[in-house]
């Protein structure tokens, strides 16, 4: 991935593309809160789909460099003892940036999740991620707005 400004940045597939002909990357991850500047990745999951199906995934839990508060461990499950050994952000953010390259970027709050990569990108790599991003929360809201909660468990279960 080079690091373009978003205003050079050529997007990776001509705009009218289909998104079922166009690579891109559901991920998701977790941190020890919402702020990236106070804050760290605890985990990052990503997995990389071409004309529907799953060609390629990246995982890595990360050493967040600080204990993981109470609040945090019972929402994700993470626990400090399974971060202790973990690499450290230094190592893994420069494998995120080669892992999504120029894809479309989708995930369930997106902005939030997206702060952190963008933040770590360039903290640790000095790069910009100008890649494009979908939200599943904010295309949920649009396309199925009878759904009674938006969150992913919520519309899981009204989708059945």
């Not at 690091?3 to 991920?27: E, M």
């Not at 839990?61 to 600080?66: A, D, G, I, L, T």
């Not at 999740?113 to 640790?124: G, P, R, T």
Request: with cysteine.
């Amino acid at each position: 991935m080079t690091s373009q400004t978003p205003s050079t940045y050529t997007a990776p597939v001509p705009i009218g593309t289909h998104l079922r002909d166009t690579p891109y990357i559901v991920f998701d991850i977790e941190s020890t809160g919402g702020n990236p500047e106070k804050n760290s990745i605890t985990e990052i999951f990503a997995l990389k789909y071409h004309k529907g199906k799953v060609t390629d995934q990246f995982y890595s839990m990360v050493n967040p460099r600080r204990n993981i508060p109470p609040i945090v461990r019972r929402i994700t499950g993470i626990t400090n003892q399974m971060v202790r050994k973990a690499p450290l952000i230094e190592e893994v953010m420069p494998k995120v940036l080669e892992f999504i390259g120029n894809d479309i970027l989708v995930s369930h709050n997106t902005v939030g999740d997206l702060k952190f990569i963008e933040y770590f990108a360039w903290k640790v790599s000095k790069k910009k991620v100008p890649n494009y991003f979908l939200c599943t929360h904010l295309l949920s809201e649009k396309l199925i707005p009878e759904a009674p909660q938006k969150s992913l468990s919520g519309l899981c279960e009204f989708l059945k």
